[in-house]
């Protein structure tokens, strides 16, 4: 039996009753090319305002200095961003409107439902009348518009992934450094320097870099601690760092090390640093090994210093990545 003979079968078995049926237009006819050639340009359209879309992505100036306050290209890359998109994904509606309104057929039908799961035969006919009606749409044959619809497709689905790429960002030396540099002082939240008598045993102080602006740096910021006199004599640094401590104040990243909270409780009888966030716990008097909790790495310690005029600055950048674990550090 033949798909045709298979689909009216299927119809007749399923009591499907056809209300009304046209053809917008005669199959070879005149009309029926114009309006191929209207949906193939919709959809070519699409596909060209999507490519346009991925040029201006990669290429258009989108940081322009302008030292003279000339035109500034730059100003233009988000509404051409936003104008191709949208062209595109208009003409692939209008494309899809002109279609269904031009090449397809019309039918209205009706159908008693029931209950249970179909017998086979009915399968088969189901699946024979989808196909017809996929044949229907005209796509087999039509091949103008089968190719733009698979440009305008193609471009669309790429215009929707590549907006990713900007995600993309060499990282460079940002993750190994912060803004300390030997001799900077360190400031309190307020933009104070700090003397060692500032603090009483047992205090913590959490300490800035004094960058540009007086804005407070996120990955320089840093927690200056003071041992209880007892814990000075238990205090091991970490090899290559013993002397990063001032007599009896030492320095650690406030930026966890599991996922980047910023540690901030303090025990000062049992000198552990805790983190809020998932409770991870470094001890101040051992390097701020980390002894409890998610956090594997020890929290990154500064070398300080008292300078001449007596206020606590830094002896250099901290020498490790400060923060989470990523794919260059492994220590
Ligand atoms: S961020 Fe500190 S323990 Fe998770």
């Known amino acids: 039996m033949s798909r045709e003979d298979l689909v009216t079968l299927g119809g007749k078995m399923d009591g499907v009753e056809v209300i009304y049926s046209e053809q917008p237009v005669r199959p070879g006819s005149p009309a029926e090319r114009r309006a191929e050639r209207q949906v193939a340009a919709a959809f070519a359209g699409a596909g060209l305002s999507a490519l346009a879309f991925m040029v201006i992505f990669v290429a258009w100036p989108w940081q322009v200095e302008t030292p003279g306050g000339g035109y500034d290209l730059s100003a233009l890359y988000t ?117 060692p008598a500032d603090m009483r045993p047992g205090a913590l102080q959490t300490v800035f870099p004094p960058v540009e602006g007086g804005a407070r740096s996120s990955d320089g910021v840093a927690m200056l601690i003071r041992l209880l006199p007892n814990q000075v004599d238990e205090f091991r640094p970490r090899p290559g760092q013993e002397d990063f401590h001032w007599n009896d104040f030492v320095a650690y990243s406030k930026i966890c090390t599991h996922a980047g909270c910023p540690v901030s409780l303090y025990e000062q009888e049992t000198a552990r640093i805790l983190c809020p966030c998932h409770q ?5 008097t051992d390097g701020a090994r980390s002894i409890f909790g998610p956090a594997s790495r020890s929290l990154p310690q500064l070398a300080v210093e008292v300078d001449a005029d007596g206020y606590f600055v830094a002896k250099s950048d901290f020498i490790e990545p400060i923060g989470p674990a990523f794919w260059e550090r492994s220590t």
């Open 79 to 195: 509404p051409l961003l936003g104008l191709m998109m949208g062209l595109a994904l208009t003409l692939v509606g209008v494309g899809v409107v002109l279609w269904a309104k031009k090449l397809m057929p019309y039918e209205v039908t009706v159908q008693d439902r029931h209950e249970g799961a179909s017998p086979e035969i009915e399968r088969q006919t189901t699946a024979a009348t989808l196909v017809a009606v996929g044949n229907a749409t005209g796509i087999a044959r039509r091949t103008l518009v089968k190719r733009s619809l698979g440009f305008g497709g193609l471009m669309l689905g790429l215009m929707a992934v590549f907006p990713l790429g900007g995600l993309i960002k060499k990282p460079g030396t940002a993750l190994f450094e912060t803004p300390w540099e030997p001799g900077m002082r360190l400031l309190t939240l307020g933009g104070l320097p700090i003397r």
């Open 280 to 284: 991870s716990q470094f001890v101040a």
